[in-house]
């Protein structure tokens, strides 16, 4: 089993369509979250960071549950430009070394 | 400013050379990270230096491969007696700090025939 999993999709969904991701992580000691964004061919691109409380920056809403493990991205109102591979990363107690996901899929159409 | 740069951003080499990617990170970053992404995968983890030291190499895969930073900044990543499934690309991150947001250079495509 992989430290951090995620469903890889691919998820497709038209325009203006809400859509979640999930991702979960098996290392209790794992300290902080993000969720980062690639475009193909390009390098990840920090899209949030994740707080236990969970945060919002406009469409795009993280979430995290400490006791299930459990990280969550919710995007609403779709947008082409949204098309991409979603990574969920765990940073782990010992600083510095983190673990990526192998990313979900998004493809929004119009 | 500028960001996380790296060479070469494509490298053909035949099974059993020698290769060096570079890795110049930002300005000012203290921590900086090595990966490298298969395809249909997420980056997986190499080595991580805080400063000059390697702070942890629990990833690498094997003896072949090594990473230095010697004054703190750049950073090479060595590969030796290249193999096929070496072929990847080889993607640079730096940080202000630990845990904080990690700034990806454009990465390296390694190519072993």
């Known amino acids: 089993r992989k430290e951090v999993e995620q469903d890889p999709g691919p998820f497709n969904v038209p325009e203006g369509a809400t859509v979640a991701f999930n991702c979960t992580y098996s290392n209790s000691a794992s300290q902080s979250f993000f969720w980062y964004r690639q475009d193909c061919r390009k390098e990840p691109k920090l899209l949030m960071s994740?707080?236990?409380s969970g945060n919002e920056d406009g469409r795009f809403t993280a979430q995290l549950n400490r006791a299930s493990q459990y990280i969550s991205l919710l995007i609403r109102d779709s947008k082409l430009s949204d098309s991409a591979t979603y990574l969920c990363v765990v940073n782990h107690l010992r600083a510095g070394k983190s673990t990526f996901g192998d990313g979900t899929t998004l493809t929004v159409k119009p | 400013g500028a960001g996380v740069s790296q060479t070469p951003s494509n490298k053909v080499t035949e099974k059993g050379k020698y290769v060096e990617l570079r890795c110049d990170p930002i300005s000012g970053h203290t921590a900086l990270y090595w990966y490298r992404q298969s395809l249909g995968q997420g980056p997986e983890f190499l080595i991580y230096?805080?400063?000059?030291?390697?702070?942890?190499d629990s990833g690498l895969p094997n003896d072949r491969f090594f990473a230095v930073r010697p004054e703190g900044s750049v950073s090479t990543l060595k590969i030796q007696r290249t193999e096929r499934g070496d072929s990847a690309v080889y993607l640079c991150?730096?940080?202000?700090?630990?845990?904080?947001?990690?700034?990806f250079g454009p990465g390296t495509r390694l190519t072993v025939l």
């Open positions: 991150a730096s940080s202000l700090e630990p845990t904080s947001e990690q700034f």
């Open positions: 230096f805080q400063g000059t030291g390697a702070a942890d």
């Open positions: 994740v707080y236990s």
